[in-house]
């Protein structure tokens, strides 16, 4: 199974400002993606990260407000620009191995004051 | 309507219990189906694929009803490590077939 660091584990911001999350996996993926969890829902995805092209993003999600790179098959960020308290969440880094099989980083737990 | 409604719980069961959650899902053209374990501020952590047959895994059994749109997770003998949130999972068709996400069953299980 794949083992999934994400930095930080968890970051108290200022309203206004932008904070840039790293995830890291043990192996090469060709699927990346990003999901937030808000307090006390469910996940929601974001976006899809692509290698060596722009990330895919969901309706309701847009590159501007949250920029992503992911610049080879181990790595991504995803960058939280421009945060509002609305912004608080937890941030997941997640990849697929098989078509049957998701694994989810230990998330960034964001509070924007 | 929400893609996977899920009861959210939660359940107070005591050690020992058969407890079993539903789920149902909204989209049809649905692929495939999992149940996630979601412990307090962890991350989420496949538990079981869901098979049209029905599938076990120990304590742990998966129904699907695909005319229905119904899924279920039995958990017998419940342990009180098996505190957790439940998740209900759907893979909608198209592409690389992205996961949808129930809001979750709560489970709490007391000596």
């Known amino acids: 199974s794949a083992v999934i660091s994400q930095k930080p584990s968890r970051d108290i911001c200022q309203r206004g400002t932008s904070l840039t999350i790293q995830c890291q996996v043990d192996?090469?993926?060709?699927?990346m993606f990003w999901y937030r969890q808000q307090p006390g829902q469910s996940l929601t995805l974001i976006a899809t990260?692509?290698?060596?092209?722009?990330?895919?993003?969901e309706s309701g999600f847009v590159i501007d407000k949250f920029p992503i790179s992911r610049p080879n098959l181990t790595f991504s960020t995803l960058t939280v620009s421009n945060m509002s308290p609305e912004d608080s969440s937890i941030y997941l880094c997640s990849v697929r191995d098989s078509p049957d099989t998701q694994y989810f980083g230990p998330g960034t737990r964001l509070t924007v004051l | 309507r929400k893609e996977v409604e899920q009861d959210p719980g939660p359940f107070n069961v005591p050690e020992g219990a058969t407890v079993a959650f539903n789920c149902t899902y909204s989209n049809s053209a649905s692929q495939s189906f999992f149940w996630y374990r979601q412990d307090c501020r962890k991350e989420p952590k496949l538990l079981m694929s869901v098979y049209s047959s029905g599938n076990e895994d120990g304590r742990f059994t998966a129904q699907l009803n695909r005319a229905s749109q119904y899924i279920s997770l039995l958990i017998r003998d419940s342990k009180l490590s098996d505190s957790a949130t439940y998740l209900c999972v759907v893979s909608r068709s198209g592409g690389y077939n992205k996961l949808i996400f129930g809001a979750g069953t709560r489970l709490a299980v007391h000596p």
């Open positions: 192996s090469q993926v060709t699927m």
């Open positions: 990260a692509n290698q060596g092209s722009e990330a895919t993003y």
